[in-house]
Nanobody, 123 residues
Framework: QVQLVESGGGLVQAGGSLTLSCAAS????????MAWYRQAPGKQRELVAA???????NYVNSVEGRFTISRDNGKNTAYLQMNSLKPEDTAIYYC?????????????????WGQGTQVTVSS
């Protein structure tokens, strides 16, 4: 079984910065795309940023230029550096990964989610 564990959330004033981490563990052969999603109260979960195994990235327009997604393939970890935070960035942030794992002695491709980490930006 694979687990994704997020860390780094918290409370920050507008204009501040936070860095989220997402560490994957388990019987992992490799990880394809990794992504960060967020869900604010009363809103649908939205894709914030994604990164391929090769390092190509894409961002939702609202965070372009402020957030940076990166990954360390050796550590099976993704990061989200968030700068110039705004109150509208307040949400629960979830890590998502496409993982190739060993299950019942065979490689399987599966999608996993982390438990979420709260980010609150005060005005």
């Amino acid at each position: 079984q694979v687990q994704l564990v997020e860390s780094g959330g918290g409370l920050v004033q507008a204009g501040g910065s936070l860095t989220l981490s997402c560490a994957a563990s388990g019987s992992i052969i490799g990880i394809n795309a990794m992504a960060w999603y967020r869900q604010a109260p009363g809103k649908q979960r939205e894709l914030v940023a994604a990164i391929t195994a090769g390092g190509s990235t894409n961002y939702v327009n609202s965070v372009e230029g402020r957030f940076t997604i990166s990954r360390d393939n050796g550590k099976n970890t993704a990061y989200l550096q968030m700068n110039s935070l705004k109150p509208e960035d307040t949400a629960i942030y979830y890590c998502n990964a496409g993982v190739v794992e060993i299950r019942n002695l065979y490689p399987r491709a599966s999608e996993y989610w982390g438990q979420g980490t709260q980010v609150t930006v005060s005005s």
